[in-house]
């Protein structure tokens, strides 16, 4: 059982509840275009693996400029790879957000504490959740930039 749904429940004021029914459309919107972005990062990374794994079953030279621009076969399925990775990260925060969403109906109908704690409790996960990828990605970008710099060294030196 939801220990944020076994708390007393008190009532809740008019002022709070219209100001997270406001927040609701809001997050239902962003949750349906993460879940929807969920699907077509999904589809192409599918996709490019499939791609990635006929190409390489044919030599590699099946797709001639496009196989070879992405990297090859290997290239293709790794941003195959990648892309299935994007799509599974999306799923938390769409969750999240459509669980506020369903938590500020339910304050609407019960109007109690304990459902406004339920939302908030909701949103919390998720804005966590955004901190601990901004730390991630912030933490990310030496690496992707020193890669990038030896990438296009290497590049240059083989002209």
């Known amino acids: 059982?939801?220990?944020?749904?076994?708390?007393?429940?008190?009532?809740?004021?008019?002022?709070?509840i219209d100001q997270l029914a406001k927040t609701r459309g809001w997050t239902m919107f962003v949750s349906v275009m993460l879940w929807l972005g969920a699907g077509f990062l999904l589809l192409a990374g599918i996709a490019l693996l499939g791609i990635g794994m006929i190409g390489s079953a044919a030599g590699g030279e099946a797709f001639g400029e496009m196989s070879n621009s992405m990297g090859g076969t290997i290239g293709?399925?790794?941003?195959?790879?990648?892309?299935?990775?994007?799509?599974?990260?999306?799923?938390?925060?769409?969750?999240k957000l459509g669980k506020f969403s369903s938590r500020c109906s339910e304050l609407k109908n019960a109007q109690t504490e304990t459902m406004l704690v339920a939302a908030l409790n909701e949103m919390r996960a998720f804005w966590k959740f955004v901190g601990i990828s901004l730390i991630v990605l912030v933490s990310l970008y030496p690496i992707i930039i020193v890669g990038a710099i030896v990438v296009g060294v290497f590049s240059a030196e083989a002209m």
């Open 1 to 16: 059982m939801d220990p944020y749904l076994s708390s007393n429940s008190s009532d809740v004021s008019a002022a709070i």
């Open 76 to 95: 293709m399925m790794a941003i195959g790879v990648l892309y299935i990775v994007f799509a599974v990260v999306y799923i938390f925060p769409a969750l």
